[in-house]
């Protein structure tokens, strides 16, 4: 079996592609290196350098691969830049993602797993998060993968197109040989790894007035293993469907960065800013559906085992990919 892996020289997408070969499957991954590295490809998969904003070269390519499914990872993810820069989340998780699906459609490439994120919930009304909650965003981020939740529920009706959206709580850790490496790191593991890696002086925590017993945001974190084991499970699946994804434990921020001291041994200074727009306080999954419905259960879910394999690979790439 086929699979195009579009974001495949990123973070998730680069495990995710590892996982998908291991597992036998064919793969083609598709990215066009803005925030993935050559070096995050699998050496096993085909690599083809594209945007998908490029209409006719995606129709193109999913012409001549004939995949099977399609993974979706390519995508902007950052909150705080989404609340700065709309225009880039809408067109590129929008406008461009729409390209990729018309070609799917055309090539009747009718299975799609869409990367979708717990932040098209909002500010949740109960935790744990189940697939019930409404979905009222409060970033631009979430909005647009919302929308396009929205868009393929369209496109199952019309075109027959089975999609799985796995909304992924916070994807952490590394395998053994792909790991964590943005250009502009904004995301809080890497970047306490960073400290203990003598890399930076020492960590920023945005806002510790939120209603949480330490005042700083909770978050669920996955390890990016289980998060690829809940791909594979999600490929199966012969209809629609919506999946949180998550460890089902929250860890506020001061949390983080005691457990990163306990692996590290580095005291990992602090210093408190202002909060970051368009944060929830607090974000935890439930897992039961996919539990039920897909078998998945999180194998790694202790944070302090997510940490040990995040710093393992940071210590033995402290450059990351090094471009
Ligand atoms: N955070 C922080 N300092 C950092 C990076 C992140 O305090 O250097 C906080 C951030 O405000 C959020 C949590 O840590 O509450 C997780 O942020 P991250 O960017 O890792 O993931 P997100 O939840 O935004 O997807």
């Not at 790191?185 to 949480?212: D, M, R, S």
């Not at 330490?214 to 978050?219: A, E, K, N, S, V």
């Not at 929830?280 to 999180?298: D, F, N």
Request: glycine share 8%; aromatic share 8%.
């Amino acid at each position: 079996m086929k699979v195009l892996v579009t974001g495949g020289a990123g973070y998730i997408g680069s495990i995710c592609t590892e996982e998908l070969l291991n597992a036998g499957y064919d793969v083609a991954v598709f990215d066009n290196l803005t925030e993935g590295h050559l070096l995050a490809v699998d050496k096993r998969a085909k690599f083809i350098k594209g945007d998908l904003a490029d209409r006719e070269f995606i129709h193109k390519t999913i012409a001549d691969i004939k995949p099977d499914a399609i993974m979706h990872f390519a995508a902007n993810a950052l909150v705080g830049e989404s609340m700065t820069n709309p225009s880039k989340y809408f067109r590129n998780n929008v406008c461009s993602a729409i390209n990729l699906i018309d070609a799917a459609v055309a090539a009747n490439c009718l299975k799609f797993i869409f990367s979708s994120t717990c932040a098209t919930y909002g500010t949740p009304e109960r935790i744990p998060m189940d697939e019930r909650l409404p979905q009222k965003p409060i970033n631009p981020y979430g909005q647009s993968k919302l929308m396009f939740e929205q868009i393929l529920r369209w496109y199952d009706q019309i075109h027959g197109l089975v999609h799985v959206n796995l909304r992924y709580f916070n994807a952490a850790g590394a395998s053994e040989k792909f790991g964590e490496d943005h250009r502009i790191e904004t995301h809080l593991i890497p970047n306490v790894l960073k400290v203990a890696l003598g890399q930076k002086e020492n960590v920023q925590i945005f806002g510790e007035q939120y209603a949480t017993p330490d005042g700083t945001c909770i978050r669920d974190y996955i390890h990016i293993k289980d998060l690829a084991a809940a791909h594979m499970l999600a490929m199966g699946r012969t209809t629609s469907a919506a999946y949180n994804l998550g460890s089902g434990e929250g860890y506020s921020v001061r949390q983080v960065i005691d457990v990163a001291r306990k692996v590290t041994g580095h005291e990992i200074p602090v210093v408190v800013k202002e909060a970051r727009a368009g944060d929830p306080p607090r974000l935890v999954a439930s897992s039961h559906k996919v539990t039920a419905e897909l078998g998945w259960k999180p194998k790694h879910a202790r944070l302090q085992a997510i940490m040990e394999d995040a710093w393992a690979w940071h210590k033995k790439f402290p450059n990351g990919y090094g471009d």
